[in-house]
């Protein structure tokens, strides 16, 4: 298929950027898949460089040997000779990317605050392609935060490989606050900034002082991403995981006391290399007891160079695809009971556009992370918008906008479809 859109479309670069550019680099170019650029982990920063290079290069803007030049266009693509590879380090490269290019009215916005990861989990190759944990300052994050927020963006999500470990190889605890800690207060401080989220950060980097801001700081949302991975104290071993099911439980009802109403979410995977019958019940058992808002149900799939690649009793697909479908059953039932609790209720929701499935209604998110699709003018797009909550239909609610919103307009006869349709929604 890439060969195919490579020849219909000659002047268009494509390329492998990320873990697996970095794992097998120029490899990616002499297996016939007509790519043109190859960037690794800790490169992307030059990717917009070397793209316009590449299409200077197609369209015979730059220098080479004449007896390429009459080349048609579609045939000069396969000569490695106009190819880039670029998996190499570069120290700093965690600082490289600072100035984001947003949509129109764009409201929310991620700012990554590290690279790299230590915790060499059997499963991942990230430790591998990403490199050692890598940290920018607090100064620098705040300053792209406070970027975004004067162009417009409300709410900001931090990331990092394993987040709440940030910084801790070059920065130092200050009054027994974690630089991560640190890092939440500073951006919690910036005027403009409505909410703050992160993702995604491992139970064991979670500690007292991280739970203590989950419970003060007002601008750190009530959602909480945390990977279980497996409900198997063996399986989590086997993992490199270095915490138990039973701690992980413990961890989330320390959460839960911190934050009234925190909507937790998880990823785990299914079908590890040595999973029985009992390690799978296990997990199935301990997702039960927590009752997830949602959660990621991955089947364990080989990643070539990962430990867990090579182990013994790797399980028949069969199995793990029962016990994907058979999980994916109860977390979808508990979220959907956390979901109708909501019926009825007033939630606050950041409107970040139209509805995908549907132009003429808008959508945001709550603060618990959840969507809510409701009507209402375009001009409400950016803004906190109180909805009441009429229905729960699968993982989304419905809902309709009521008094005390900020910005609401009276319906007109232009602008956004909805605003001509007061049917289903209350102007303020």
């Known amino acids: 298929m890439l060969g195919r859109m490579a020849k219909e479309r000659p002047h268009v670069v494509f390329g492998f950027l990320g873990c697996m550019a970095q794992a097998r680099g120029a490899e990616l170019l002499k297996n016939g898949l007509h790519v043109d650029l190859v960037v690794g982990t800790q490169k992307f920063h030059r990717v917009a460089d070397y793209v316009e290079e590449l299409v200077a290069k197609k369209r015979g803007n730059a220098e080479r040997p004449t007896r390429n030049a009459q080349r048609p266009m579609e045939n000069r693509m396969d000569d490695l000779r106009f190819s880039i590879v670029d998996v190499a380090e570069e120290a700093g490269s965690q600082s490289m990317i600072r100035k984001q290019q947003l949509a129109p009215r764009q409201t929310t ?124 104290n063996k399986i989590l071993k086997a993992m490199h995981r270095a915490y138990t099911g039973e701690k992980y439980r413990d961890l989330v009802q320390c959460i839960r006391q911190a934050r009234e109403a925190i909507s937790i979410t998880t990823d785990i995977i299914v079908g590890f290399p040595g999973e029985t019958e009992d390690d799978y019940k296990r997990t199935r058992d301990l997702v039960g007891e927590i009752q997830f808002d949602n959660a990621f149900v991955f089947r364990y799939s080989q990643r070539r160079g990962t430990p867990a690649a090579t182990m013994p009793d790797q399980i028949d697909e069969r199995i793990k695809e029962e016990r994907n479908q058979d999980l994916l059953q109860v977390v979808n039932e508990s979220s959907h009971r956390k979901l109708e609790r909501l019926v009825g209720r007033d939630v606050e929701v950041l409107c970040e556009g139209q509805s995908k499935t549907n132009p003429e209604r808008l959508m945001g998110r709550t603060r618990t992370n959840k969507i809510v699709v409701f009507q209402g003018c375009d001009e409400l797009v950016g803004e906190l918008v109180n909805v009441r909550i009429e229905q729960a239909n699968g993982f989304s609610l419905y809902g309709t906008t009521i008094r005390g919103n900020i910005g609401i307009l009276p319906v007109s006869s232009g602008g956004h479809p909805a605003c001509s349709n007061t049917a289903g929604w209350k102007p303020a």
Do not use: W
């Open 109 to 232: 916005a991620f700012v990554s605050i590290m690279q790299g990861c230590n915790m060499h989990c059997t499963f991942c190759i990230v430790p591998q392609t990403r490199g050692a944990e890598r940290s920018r300052s607090i100064d620098e994050i705040v300053n792209e935060v406070r970027d975004l927020v004067s162009r417009g963006v409300k709410e900001i999500t931090l990331l990092g490989q394993i987040v709440n470990l940030y910084g801790r190889h070059e920065f130092s605890k200050i009054d027994n606050k974690s630089p991560f800690v640190q890092l939440l207060e500073a951006v919690n401080e910036i005027d403009g900034l409505e909410r703050l989220r992160f993702t995604s950060p491992h139970p064991i980097g979670f500690r007292d002082d991280l739970i203590d801001a989950l419970s003060r700081l007002p601008k750190l949302a009530e959602h909480v991403h945390l990977p279980l991975q497996s409900g198997s």
